[in-house]
C-alpha cells in the first residue's frame, strides 16, 4: 500500500515537472498556429500586394518558420514602435520584424543570433543642396521612432549641436514627410530606400550616400525566458543560410548583390 502511495506521487510529481518545464515552443507546436509581429510598411522584407495580402522577405521568412515547426503562420501587421509591446501583451509569440539587436532591447526580450544585416543610405529630398551624409548638418532629418537609423541620426544631430530632429510612427510617414519638403534628409536601409524610390510612391526623393554606420544586425525575437524556442529559432537561422535559403529569399527580395554575410569576424561561426 505504501509502495503504491509512492508510485502514485512519484507519478503526479513527474507529471506536475513536465507541466512546469512545458514552453512556448511547446505551445506553439500544439496550438497550430506561430503569429508573427512583422513590419508591412518596410518593402521589401514586408509590405502588402494588389490585393492587401502581406508579402516580403519576413512574410516568407515567418512561413518558412512555421513550416519547419508544421504549424501555419499568422501574419500580424505590427508598426516598428509596436513590436516589444505585441510581443509583451501576448498578441504575437515571435517577431519577424527586422529589429535589432540591441544590448537594451536584449533587457526586455530574448534575441537571435541575425538573420539579416542591413546597410544604410542617405536619402534626401531633390531640392535640397545634399549630397553626402555630411551634408545633413544643420538640416531637419527625420526616421521611424525607436529604430536603429532614428537613434543614429538623433545621435548625431546632438554631435553636431545644430540641426532637428523629428520621429515618426512609421516608414511610410518618414518618405512622405521627405516626398512633400517637411524633412530634409533621412537615412534608411538600403534595401528600402532603393524600393521606395523605384515605387514612384514618394515623387523627389533620391538617394545620395551611404550612411557610416555599422551593419545593422536584425534578428528574430520572443519572450526572453523561452530558451526552448530561442534556440530552436537560432539553428532555423542557421539552417536557412546552409541550405540556401537565406541567399534565395534575398534574391527573391532585394534581387541586387550579395547577402550579407551574417557573421562577425572573431564572434560568430
Known sequence: MKLSHFAAGLLTA??????AYADKLDDIIA??????????????????????????????????????????????????????????SGRVDVGVASTSDTLERAKTIGVTIPYYAFENSVVVNDKTDITSWEGMKGKTVGATAGTYEAIWLEGQIKEWGEGTF???????????????????????????????????????IKIVDKAPMVPDYVSLFTMRQEYGLINYMNLFINQQVRTGRYAELYAKWVGEGEPANLTVQGVYR
Do not use: H, W
Open 14 to 19: 513527474t507529471i506536475a515537472s513536465s507541466a
Open 31 to 88: 496550438s497550430g498556429t506561430l503569429r508573427c509581429a512583422v513590419v508591412l510598411d518596410f518593402p521589401p522584407m514586408g509590405s502588402r500586394d494588389e490585393n492587401n495580402n502581406p508579402i516580403g522577405f519576413d512574410v516568407d521568412y515567418c512561413n518558412d518558420l512555421a513550416a519547419s515547426l508544421g504549424v501555419t503562420a499568422e501574419i500580424v501587421e505590427t508598426p516598428f514602435p509596436e513590436r516589444i509591446p505585441a510581443l509583451m
Open 166 to 204: 523629428r520621429p515618426y510612427q512609421t516608414q511610410a510617414d518618414v518618405f512622405l514627410a521627405l516626398s512633400q519638403g517637411q524633412l530634409d534628409a533621412t537615412v534608411g536601409t538600403t534595401e528600402v530606400a532603393n524600393a521606395n524610390v523605384k515605387s514612384g510612391k514618394f515623387a523627389g
